[in-house]
């Protein structure tokens, strides 16, 4: 499986954007796909996530309310809609997938593309 993330661009405090994430290659409806983000100087860590079936997301705290992750089956293809953005959203975006029901560990997901950059100015 390739992940090519795109959608990335610099965004004033309060904007919106939304990531696309398309997948090539087969994607099991057992699989979970979603978005980890790493800031500058900071590890990489969960942002949200989707079953490919359907029925679970899971968000970080820190983007709850203000992020919606969605998937587009016959596309391949995973978005992140991030609304009310804010300085500390800014980071590299990476689009992932895992097998079965992954979590929020980076460890749970063995497929990662090349990141799309975010910057949110204040």
């Known amino acids: 499986v390739q992940l090519q993330a795109s959608g990335g661009g610099s965004v004033q405090a309060g904007g919106s954007l939304r990531l696309s994430c398309a997948a090539s290659g087969r994607i099991f409806s057992s699989a979970t796909m979603g978005w980890f983000r790493q800031a500058p100087g900071k590890e990489r860590e969960f942002a949200a996530a989707t079953s490919w079936a359907g029925g679970r997301v899971d968000y970080a705290d820190s983007v709850k309310g203000r992020f919606t992750v969605s998937r587009d089956n016959a596309k391949n293809t995973i978005y992140l809609q991030m609304g009310s953005l804010k300085p500390e959203d800014t980071a590299v975006y990476y689009c992932?997938?895992?097998?079965?029901?992954?979590?929020?560990?980076?460890?749970?997901?063995?497929?990662w593309g090349q990141g799309t950059q975010v910057t949110v100015s204040s």
């Open positions: 992932v997938a895992g097998w079965g029901a992954a979590g929020t560990k980076a460890h749970e997901y063995a497929y």
